[in-house]
């Protein structure tokens, strides 16, 4: 297991920008990124394989989000654009200890705390 620490969260009106960062105490493999709202089950919303390449989002967040790594700093991105209130959650980073990327919270053993966006109309 690695420590994630995130970061990048906060209040943005819809329509604006984030870009999250979850940097990793160590190496690490495929990488995930799942939100969390009041009330609701924790989600998946991105993953990236370990070393890059394959990428994979949910259908509410294609096209907006974009996940990216940068091994060389241990870091993962999540590029959030054309945020919208829906969007408001807790956003966790994640990572198992496996190259191949997932979308299922179970298949990860490593988690961040959390850092909250808020997206207001």
């Known amino acids: 297991q690695v420590q994630l620490v995130e970061s990048g969260g906060g209040l943005v009106q819809a329509g604006g920008s984030l870009r999250l960062s979850c940097a990793a105490s160590g190496r690490t493999y495929a990488m995930g990124w799942f939100r969390q709202a009041p009330g609701k089950e924790r989600e998946f919303v991105a993953t990236i394989r370990g070393s890059g390449g394959n990428t994979y989002y949910a259908d509410s967040v294609k096209g907006r989000f974009t996940i990216s790594r940068d091994d060389a700093k241990n870091t993962v991105y999540l590029q959030m654009l054309s945020l919208k209130p829906e969007d408001t959650a807790v956003y966790y980073c994640?990572?198992?200890?496996?190259?191949?990327?997932?979308?299922?919270?179970?298949?990860?053993?490593?988690w961040g705390q959390g850092t909250q966006v808020t997206v207001s109309s």
């Open positions: 994640a990572a198992r200890p496996k190259v191949g990327p997932s979308t299922r919270p179970s298949d990860y053993d490593s």
